[in-house]
């Protein structure tokens, strides 16, 4: 395991245990969190329901097929959305068993049984080649320690046809949240330089995929790409 891997499971470790405050951000809801979402994250009242929709833009609810969910953190943003994918087989894999303890929870609370929890690391995923039609990734790009041979991997595993679909964070967009980044969320682990911008991040989508479609909500980028 390298330096940042450690690194970075350490600082997610400390997410996971403290979980209620992570979900309250990530859903907008508490307090704390939805200062974070306005000041941090830059993402005041329609953004953040725009970043949503940009983050499941590749996914229909209806969803039929294998889907893949790397990383999925504490679920807090995913798996509301399972819950009418019944005929689908759902693998959702962190990292992180913290992270993942807190989504087994959260699965659990919404009866959503059929689920696969797994830990795993997108670098060297534990798949065969084309085992998957679709993969989203919600602000995974920005954590990754190895983003190369994440999108390598994540590209390995889907079938050809299929779908890279999610968000991350993009540098060059937003000054303040670029600077809280730079200060905060590097250094302590929960996302990891370098960061490409929504032009060079669509660069290397382009030369992995037949079909690259990029869009932007404040500092972050939405891509759906096709195999
Ligand atoms: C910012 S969180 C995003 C989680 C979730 N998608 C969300 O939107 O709440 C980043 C996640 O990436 C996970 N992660 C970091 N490095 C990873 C790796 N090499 N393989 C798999 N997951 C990783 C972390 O454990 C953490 O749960």
């Not at 937003?174 to 911008?197: E, H, L, S, V, Y």
Request: contains cysteine.
């Amino acid at each position: 395991m390298s330096e940042r891997n450690t690194i970075v499971r350490k600082a997610y470790a400390l997410v996971g245990r403290l979980a209620s405050h992570y979900d309250g951000m990530m859903q907008n809801e508490s307090l704390l969190g939805r200062l974070a979402i306005r000041f941090l994250w830059q993402l005041d009242g329609e953004k953040y329901a725009a970043f949503l929709r940009q983050a499941f833009q590749g996914l229909s609810k209806d969803f039929v097929g294998d889907l893949l969910e790397i990383p999925v953190g504490t679920g807090a943003l995913s798996l509301p959305y399972y819950k009418d994918m019944n005929a689908s087989s759902i693998t959702c894999m962190d990292y992180s068993e913290e992270m993942l303890a807190r989504a087994r929870k959260y699965g659990n609370e919404l009866g959503l049984h059929a689920i696969h929890f797994q830990q795993g690391d997108v670098s060297a995923l534990p798949f065969e080649n084309d085992s998957f039609d679709c993969v989203l990734s919600i602000d995974g790009l920005h954590a990754f320690p190895q983003k190369e041979s994440a999108l390598t991997e994540i590209h390995r595993v889907l079938q050809r046809g299929g779908t890279f679909t999610g968000c991350c964070y993009v540098r060059g967009e937003n000054a303040i949240t670029d600077r809280f980044i730079k200060c905060f969320c590097a250094p302590c682990g929960f996302f990891t330089p370098p960061f490409d911008t929504e032009s060079s991040l669509e660069e290397k989508l382009k030369g992995l995929y037949s079909e690259v479609t990029m869009t932007s909500v404040g500092s972050f980028a939405g891509f759906l790409c096709k195999k």
